[in-house]
């Protein structure tokens, strides 16, 4: 791979293009604390859809930030913003289609992803991926993601926590919902919801649990669902929440307990005690990063027990509840 990143002219332009998922956006940024650092001159930008712009809105490593709505004129418009950031390198963090058409029609002369991935021909640069240390079977995503920038020339580093910063109006805004709910104390944000059915612990175990906590700790157990969301019983369900309302709601949280997907990133993000519930996930690949974190697997996810939860829960108990 040719290490163009040190060649790079005084306020160059580097775009990250990461079109979808919340989990996997929040995962890149170390890598851009970590270019940021070495060369503070160059501006970033970071391709993202409109849902997840708020994991990146108040990052100060970021220079600017392009939605790109699922839809055709969405995509032209975005296209048109990037090109107009005149980016020197963009780099392909996503193998789908539109990733690459992007990239390819960017107006970047360099054009940077991993090796394996589809769409090669968008790209001029294609680096292997990086083999894991001695003694370990993957590399995490944040290293994964790293990897690439260092093959671009950035200097060796070890890659830093999850970046997310919050809007202060957000944080009491969500509070002040939850007063109006009834939840005026301590709460535990459960994560119920899962991309797939089989990543989902079954809601009767979330309800046990919620009782759990309640009479252990006397923590209220709070929900949340972009959609009309399925309730727990003994929680709160807040329907219709954005992803801010969400990453508010974890950050007012005492404590967290989820199923795998963006509210585990969220939670190590912002330094929150968890209980991750893993079914079919890679561990190695995506567990949390540089969090207070214990977690559980079991397929199906319906063999874990709530004793086993409470297990965990109570480990993190003693410093953190």
Known sequence: ??????????????????????????????AAAALKSWRP??????????????VVARNP??????????????????????????????????????????????????RATFAGLRHAWAYNLLTPPEAPPSGRVRLHTVEHVLSLLTSLGLPPV?????????RPEARARVRKHLTQRG???????????????????PLDCFGRLAAWLRD?????????????????????????TSVEELMALEAEA????????????????LGKPLVVLYSITDVDVWHPWQAPARWLQRTPLSALTVDEVTVEVAALAPTRL
């Open 1 to 30: 791979m040719v290490e163009v990143l040190p060649d790079l002219p005084q306020g160059a332009g580097v775009g990250f293009i990461r079109l979808r998922s919340l989990g996997d956006t929040l995962l890149l940024t170390p």
């Open 41 to 54: 001159d160059v501006c970033l930008a970071i391709l993202v859809e409109p849902r997840f712009a708020a």
């Open 61 to 110: 490593d970021f220079d600017a930030i392009i939605e790109a709505p699922a839809t055709l004129a969405g995509r032209v418009q975005a296209l048109r913003e990037l090109r107009r950031f005149h980016p020197a390198l963009v780099a392909g963090l996503h193998g789908g289609s539109t990733a690459a058409w992007l990239a390819r029609f960017s107006g970047a002369p360099q």
């Open 158 to 166: 070890a890659p830093g926590p999850l970046k997310l910063v919050l």
């Open 183 to 201: 939840v005026t104390g301590g709460y535990a944000f459960l994560g119920t919801e899962a991309r797939e059915p089989d990543m989902r612990w």
């Open 216 to 240: 252990t700790y006397g923590l209220a157990s709070v929900q949340a669902s972009a959609t009309a969301g399925e309730p727990v019983p003994g929680a709160t369900l807040l329907s219709g």
């Open 254 to 269: 005492d404590l967290v307990i989820t199923n795998d997907g963006g509210p585990v990133h969220i939670a190590a993000a």
